[in-house]
């Protein structure tokens, strides 16, 4: 079979720790039985509005010329398995800051994976154990009178409404849609941006 490299820009979360946004990744082609367990592999994936997503995802088990497959950072396999048919290729090899790097595929790369997902785990039940704490000293307001970010609001209209983006040191760490007051904090930056109606609550205006 003839061997045909592709690079991919990457540019997604679901393979954080693994790959990093700006990521050239080195692709060979190949057919779905010369895989092993742990290979990084490149797929099509078909959405129900019919758009065509490319994703990048290691291999989990292999079965009947089916893959199940998983991004080192998601919590868990992906819904429908991968076939011949949306297989694209392999990824070899990374290249980052001028620098290209061998992908761990294989025994070494599935053990690699296993690490990953537990360390999701681990950041999950640290997040339970801790949000009582976390929200009871929230509510103290001793940070936001120790620590006093200096943090531009923007305001951007959209299709779907007004938009209020929070930025420190240029990096968005809070945005709220303001209609439906649907709000995303960065922590901690949800100790020292409040809502409006948290505001009206503790006198903040």
């Not at 025994?107 to 997902?117: D, E, N, Q, S, T």
Request: hydrophobic share 35%.
């Amino acid at each position: 079979m003839e061997t045909k490299n592709i690079i991919h820009f990457y540019s997604g979360t679901s393979m954080y720790k693994t790959f990093y946004k700006a990521d050239f990744l080195k692709t060979e082609k190949i057919s779905i039985n010369e895989l092993q367990n742990g290979d990084v592999i490149i797929f099509q994936k078909i959405e129900k509005n019919k758009t065509k997503n490319i994703l990048v995802h290691r291999v989990l088990s292999i079965s009947k010329n089916k893959l199940v497959t998983r991004g080192d950072n998601n919590p868990k396999n992906d819904e429908e398995p991968v076939t011949e048919e949306n297989l694209i290729g392999k990824v070899t090899h990374y290249e980052r800051n001028g620098k290209t790097h061998k992908v761990w595929n294989g025994k070494l790369g599935l053990l690699r994976a296993r690490v990953l997902h537990g360390r999701l785990y681990l950041i999950k039940a640290t997040k339970f154990f801790l949000r009582k704490p976390y929200r009871m000293l929230k509510k103290t307001g001793i940070i936001s009178k120790l620590w006093r970010p200096e943090i531009e609001t923007i305001h951007f209209e959209t299709q779907e409404g007004p938009l209020v983006k929070y930025i420190h040191k240029g990096r968005t760490v809070a945005s709220c849609w303001t209609d439906s007051n649907c709000w995303w904090f960065h922590r901690p930056y949800d100790f020292v941006i409040y809502p409006p109606l948290f505001r009206k609550e503790r006198g903040r205006e």
